[in-house]
């Protein structure tokens, strides 16, 4: 069993950048990838960025692709997303989750263990 814990959502305005972090507890994370999502009220939950713990490759989507950036401390068992330049469209629930394989997957199903969320609200 793997328990994630959310930080960092906030109020920000456009423009502006947040960092979320996502502490680890439990089980081992090797041979893990770290995952985030976001959600909006009525939409599917979509994949923002992913890491692999192990080696620490990185994948985003095209949202997310220059804008953000997914990093692990291994030693802290914590993972980071830093937003930067934020946009009213990135405003959602930020989720993190782990899968329990090492092989890359943008698929929330994919995912076996999830934290609880942090809202992101990016307005004027």
């Known amino acids: 069993q793997v328990q994630l814990v959310e930080s960092g959502g906030g109020l920000v305005r456009p423009g502006e950048s947040l960092r979320l972090s996502c502490a680890a507890s439990?089980?081992?994370?090797?041979?893990?990838?770290l995952g985030w999502f976001r959600q909006t009220p009525g939409k599917e939950r979509e994949f923002v960025a992913l890491?692999?713990?192990?080696?620490?490759?990185?994948y985003y989507a095209a949202s997310a692709k220059g804008r953000f950036i997914v990093s692990r401390d291994k030693t802290k068992r914590t993972g980071y997303l830093q937003m930067d330049n934020l946009k009213p469209e990135d405003t959602a629930v930020y989720y993190c989750?782990?899968?329990?394989?090492?092989?890359?997957?943008?698929?929330?199903?994919?995912?076996?263990?999830w934290g609880q969320g942090t809202q992101v609200t990016v307005s004027p």
């Open positions: 989750a782990v899968r329990q394989s090492n092989m890359l997957s943008t698929d929330s199903q994919q995912y076996n263990y």
């Open positions: 890491v692999n713990w192990d080696a620490g490759a990185t």
């Open positions: 439990g089980a081992s994370l090797r041979r893990s990838i």
